[in-house]
């Protein structure tokens, strides 16, 4: 099925950085999810937004909906180890049923 | 604490046997999902209950049956399995309205299914 363009796809970075991934589509969504995973475990809700253009924090972490409606970008401020995760973003098409559609994921990995 | 509670955690079946996966959420949501996940690659999805009625089946092969006993519950009946079915599944749910659709999508831990 149809994927979201998620980048990157891999970060290595040291702790104290900030990180920024995004998700681009080429169809409009209506909301955007950000979402961590760690390994053997299911994916947590981290952020939703729903407004083109909306601008939410969540803590260390802060998502905007692209002001399009096709893109959404995450960034993490000041990592540390335990921000190691795959991030996903997810969508839902304006219109669309229950089905979200899913980015391929970033792998955050943080160094000490 | 993630608030869908999936059993078991983990699951070792051979490709003879029939075994089932459970979850549960209290939210009072009433959509449920299953997802099929393999290893570094995003969550598919399987199979939408839409209060207590299957409205969703993603072509999923009938060796996967999904069961809602009721609007907190969601069952995935498994039988004749293949070893490319080990992976990770995952239950999830969303409130839904009348009028609007939150999105969010809540999951479970997962259940790990390894078919030998």
């Known amino acids: 099925g149809q994927q979201l363009n998620q980048s990157p796809q891999s970060m290595f970075i040291q702790e104290g950085e900030d990180v920024s991934m995004n998700c681009t589509s080429s169809s409009i969504f209506n909301t955007w999810l950000w979402y961590k995973q760690e390994p053997g475990e299911g994916p947590v809700l981290l952020i939703a937004?729903?407004?083109?253009?909306e601008l939410t924090s969540n803590g260390r972490l802060t998502a905007q909906f692209g002001i399009t409606r096709k893109d959404s970008f995450l960034n993490i401020s000041a990592s540390i180890p335990s921000d190691v995760g795959i991030y996903f973003c997810?969508?839902?098409?304006?219109?669309?049923?229950?089905?979200?559609?899913f980015g391929k994921g970033t792998k955050l990995t943080v160094n000490p | 604490d993630t608030e869908v509670t999936q059993t078991p955690k983990h699951l070792v079946m051979g490709m003879t046997n029939k075994k089932s996966l459970k979850c549960e959420q209290h939210?009072?949501?009433?959509?449920m999902y299953w997802y099929k996940q393999k290893a570094k690659k995003p969550p598919e999805l399987m199979f939408v209950y839409s209060y207590e009625k299957l409205s969703i089946n993603e072509s999923v092969p009938s060796r996967f049956s999904p069961e809602c006993p009721n609007s907190s519950l969601l069952n995935l009946h498994l039988h004749a399995l293949q070893p490319e079915d080990s992976a990770l599944y995952l239950c999830?749910?969303?409130?839904?309205?009348?009028?609007?659709?939150?999105?969010?999508?809540?999951f479970g831990e997962g259940s790990r299914l390894t078919v030998l």
């Open positions: 997810a969508g839902q098409r304006r219109g669309g049923s229950e089905k979200l559609v």
């Open positions: 937004l729903y407004k083109a253009g």
């Open positions: 939210m009072g949501h009433r959509a």
């Open positions: 999830a749910s969303r409130q839904e309205r009348a009028t609007t659709n939150t999105g969010e999508l809540f």
